[in-house]
Nanobody
Framework: QVQLVESGGGSVQAGGSLRLSCVAS????????MAWFRQAPGKEREGVAR????????YYADSVKGRFTISQDNAKNTVYLQMNSLKPEDTGMYYC????????????????????WGQGTQVTVSS
């Protein structure tokens, strides 16, 4: 059974930093697309960043480019999201997600294509 467990959310002031972690278990982690999404109240879920764990290639949404960094620790089956220069508009529930590698879906940031999701961790940025 695939499980994704996020941690690291919290409340910070604008300009601050947080690091989110996502520990994956239950499948072959070494060759999978994993991503971070976020959802603010009343808004659609938005793709923030994704990484293909086999080669470490990354992609970011324009809204976070230059401020957020997605990375991996294959030995720990963990993906991180380092968030710097946080803004109030970064507030939301942050979710870790993984594609099912059996379906051959290209690594992307479309939430509907992701098969596995964590429970989410709340990030609140105050001005």
């Amino acid at each position: 059974q695939v499980q994704l467990v996020e941690s690291g959310g919290g409340s910070v002031q604008a300009g601050g930093s947080l690091r989110l972690s996502c520990v994956a278990s239950g499948y072959t982690y070494s060759s999978v697309c994993m991503a971070w999404f976020r959802q603010a109240p009343g808004k659609e879920r938005e793709g923030v960043a994704r990484i293909y764990t086999r080669v470490g290639t990354t992609y970011y949404a324009d809204s976070v480019k230059g401020r957020f960094t997605i990375s991996q620790d294959n030995a720990k089956n963990t993906v991180y999201l380092q968030m710097n220069s946080l803004k109030p508009e970064d507030t939301g529930m942050y979710y870790c997600a993984a594609l099912d590698p059996r379906y051959g879906v290209i690594c992307n940031l479309a939430a509907s294509t992701y098969a596995y999701w964590g429970q989410g961790t709340q990030v609140t940025v105050s001005s």
